[in-house]
């Protein structure tokens, strides 16, 4: 099929790009290429195009260079076939970008991001990502649309899925974690580009309805919405995605403060931006952009480099230029932005996949295990009244029931676009092969499916808890109830969930709930009735025997809140690190799990208060209990006070003074007192995973950089400010005693 025409132009960039050059002949490489260009065929590396199989329009738009990029391709044979039609048969021979939204693994799933953010534990998540990298550039994608590190402080947003939840150091580092994981060291074909998004403040749409607007102060965007993007783009992210909502005003696509003067100027971003699925064309439904001439020019002069599927680039870009109202330089820095991830990728060296290599990796053991481990560490305890875990030589049948406990697809949760349900094990087949021998195992699952409503359901599974020792009830949230577009006004269990645990709970038999969701959820009546709660956001492929192995005590639960447990829907936004107000409430924290059910009470002296749900969450950031108890010494600090270039040394001694061996994650909290602007109450400052056995304990010290408690303060700018702080170590951000100290100015 090769065409001479194309030969010599194919060769060139065959031998302009080969491996191993430094970056500055990588730079001088990429002109030469640039040089070639014609205004067109570069407008056609601007442009990202979606594409199901072997087409004859796709064929030609990549044969006739008006493709940079494309995505949602995700067999080997087909994407072999484009990158060689773009090797070979466009007149440059610049090949392909191939991408697919790989959010929390590939074939193997691992738990929603929002679970693996309940880890605590970024070796992990980093480990797990470079294993999703390895199965998915075996399919030969190349590119994978995550991290999402919008901080989501409103369950209601069905997108909280794909977040680490509602911490902004949280999402940092879990965002910089999968960014390393994704990337690995880029020496080979294993590198799966990251792309950050959404920038920025999606997460902060109102009411927690998808694509709506946001209203974030230049403030709070400094000191809450734009840290993850910086920890992620320092992480060196490839690739930034715009986003969809409008910021007072401006949509995400258009902003060229945030894509200019923020993301190259002040954290020096060498890779390129894409906009959101036609977030350029939207900027007409925004009343933004007049039409989409207007919407190209305006994404293009904000710092877009790649148009996903709005087509108004390549529609409009030329017309642009020679009316003057785009300049080509700006269309070649867009370009070179894009030449340069792909030979950092080495795709210019050898685009193709060998087709057999996806067999090897995908659902291999390392993966498996690193999804199961995941799965684990990621399951939060939230309740235990002494029935966990099971002690399977004490029960003779277990009920198995529930609309989760055998729901392979739902189990994966949001985004599993290429996971596959016969891989999944869910808890029922889990149970039964470890205890099927053993015991008695009843299955009735009660309703089918979450938002099944089923009075009939409900009394076959009440008459098969009868007869049961230990009833296991798995319920929860379906797939298709979190995710894009999948918002909720209220986040307690669907269908007839809520009665059914009523009933299961009447029986009188010791009651297991296993929660699996894609959001926080109000559990209130849960709490109220079940023996224990075990939480698993959607915890993938190897969700089965993970929890299985957590309820049975084969493995102890150490996951913590990525994010606030309200008391009621209306409670939300809801987080930890809110700021005090001039009116704080002044009860006591015993109320957490106390929540008036009516408005019994009308005055608490005019507080910030709500007379029918408390104050408090039914569950705060950073909790999960476990088998065993952990205590914390108070924590003793090297010095009581400190300069802004110090770094604060923080000991704190954990026993662990239960039974089990098990894992804590011990977070680090500080308030800084008085500010030249309001500050939170607390602010997650560092955490770390510590096992321990039975009656063990450790000394443990963490190191706090003053310079990580500067903020933006009135005058706009990052500083640390002289004063007093207060700093607590616990197991939760509502546990601890603070200890004091103070910042001096140099
Ligand atoms: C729209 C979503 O907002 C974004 O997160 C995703 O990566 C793109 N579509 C591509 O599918």
């Known amino acids: ?13 065959m031998s302009l790009f080969a491996a191993g050059c430094s970056r500055t002949e990588e730079d001088a490489r990429i002109e030469r290429l640039l040089s070639q260009m014609t205004l067109q065929e570069k407008i056609g590396q601007m442009n990202q195009l979606s594409v199901a199989g072997l087409t004859p329009d796709m064929e030609a738009a990549v044969r006739n260079g008006a493709a940079g990029s494309i995505l949602n391709e995700v067999n080997p044979e087909i994407i072999n076939e484009y990158q060689r039609i773009a090797m070979e048969e466009s007149r440059l021979g610049i090949p392909l970008l191939v991408a697919r939204d790989i959010i929390h693994g590939f074939r193997t799933v691992f738990p929603i991001p929002l679970g693996m953010a309940s880890t605590f534990d970024p070796e992990l998540v980093r480990y797990g990502a470079r294993l999703t990298a390895q199965e998915a550039t075996a399919s030969g994608i190349r590119w994978t649309f995550s991290p999402m590190v919008d901080v989501s402080r409103d369950a209601r947003w069905g997108r909280i899925a794909e977040s ?57 965007l400094r000191n809450v919405y734009l840290p993850p993007f910086e920890a992620a783009v320092k992480a060196g992210a490839m690739t930034l995605m715009t986003s969809f909502n409008d910021n007072d005003g401006v949509p995400g696509t258009g902003n060229a403060f945030l894509l200019k ?14 906009t959101d699925w036609a977030s350029a064309a939207e900027m007409i439904q925004h009343g933004f952009a007049r039409d989409g001439k207007d919407a190209a020019s305006i994404a293009l002069n904000s710092g877009v480099d790649m148009d996903m599927m709005s087509h108004v680039f390549t529609a409009h870009l030329e017309e642009l230029v020679a009316s003057g109202a785009v300049k080509e330089k700006d269309i070649d820095n867009a370009v070179r932005n894009i030449l340069r991830i792909k030979s950092r990728l080495g795709l210019f060296d050898n685009p193709y996949v060998d087709v057999d290599r996806a067999a090897e990796v995908q659902y291999n053991d390392s993966i498996m295990d690193a999804a199961y481990r995941t799965a684990l560490e990621s399951a939060i305890l939230l309740r235990n009244e002494g029935v966990l875990p099971v002690d399977i030589s004490r029960v003779r049948r277990i009920l198995v029931t529930g609309p989760m406990a055998d729901a392979p697809h739902d189990q994966m949760g949001t985004w599993t676009f290429d996971g596959q349900k016969e891989c999944t094990v869910t808890p029922l087949v889990a149970i039964r092969e470890m205890y ?3 015991v008695e195992v ?19 599974a009440v008459a098969a808890a009868r007869k049961a020792d230990v009833i296991l009830a798995f319920m929860g949230e379906e797939a298709i109830l979190s995710g894009e577009a999948h918002c909720l006004a209220d986040i307690t269990l669907k269908g007839d969930q809520r009665k059914m645990i009523a009933a299961l709970a009447a029986t009188g038999k010791p009651l297991v709930l296993t929660v699996m969701a894609g959001r926080p959820l109000v559990l209130d009546e849960e ?29 102890v639960p150490s996951g913590k809140l990525p994010a606030t447990f309200p008391a009621a829907s209306g409670q939300v936004p809801c987080y930890y690190s809110h700021n005090n107000t001039g009116r704080p409430f002044r009860g006591t924290e015993t109320m957490l799990y106390d929540i008036p059910r009516e408005a019994s009470q009308t005055s608490l002296g005019n507080t910030s208060y709500m007379l029918d749900c408390g104050f408090y969450p039914l569950y705060p950031f950073g909790y999960g209990l ?54 939170p109450v607390k602010e997650l400052k560092g955490f770390r995973r510590i096992s321990l056995a039975p009656g063990e304990s450790g000394e443990y010290t963490f190191e706090l950089p003053v310079q990580d408690l500067a903020f933006y303060g009135l005058d706009m700018t990052r500083k640390v400010e002289p004063g007093d702080f207060h700093l607590w170590v616990a197991g939760d951000s509502v546990s601890g005693e603070p200890v004091s100290f103070s910042v001096v100015a140099d």
């Not at 099929?1 to 960039?13: D, K, T």
Request: charged share 20%.
């Open 1 to 13: 099929m090769r065409n001479s025409s194309y030969v010599s132009a194919c060769l060139l960039a």
């Open 164 to 220: 680490s939840g509602e911490d902004t150091y949280l999402n940092a580092v879990m965002g910089a974690s999968m960014v390393r994981g994704y990337q690995g060291d880029c020496s080979d074909s294993t590198s799966l580009a990251a792309c950050v998004k959404h920038f920025v403040g999606y997460g902060a749409s109102e009411s927690g309805r998808d694509y709506n607007s946001t209203y974030i102060p230049p403030r709070a």
């Open 261 to 274: 003067d923020v993301l190259r100027d002040e954290w020096g971003f060498d890779g390129f931006v894409v």
């Open 436 to 438: 099927g021998d053993d």
């Open 442 to 460: 009843i299955y009735e699952p009660g309703l089918t499916y979450s938002r099944e409503f089923s009075q009939r359901g409900i009394a076959a």
């Open 527 to 555: 709490s109220r009735v079940a023996d224990a709660i075990l939480f698993s956001f959607h915890p993938g492929t190897m969700g089965g025997p993970a929890i299985a192995d957590l309820l049975f005590g084969k493995a």
């Open 626 to 679: 476990s088998y065993t108890e952990f205590g914390y010494s108070a924590p003793v600090l090297d010095r009581q006070e400190y300069s802004p270039d110090d770094v604060i040394r923080v000991t704190f001694t954990l026993t662990n003074t239960g039974r089990y061996a098990a894992t804590e994650v011990a977070q680090l909290y500080v308030r800084d007192l008085v500010g030249s602007s309001a500050r």
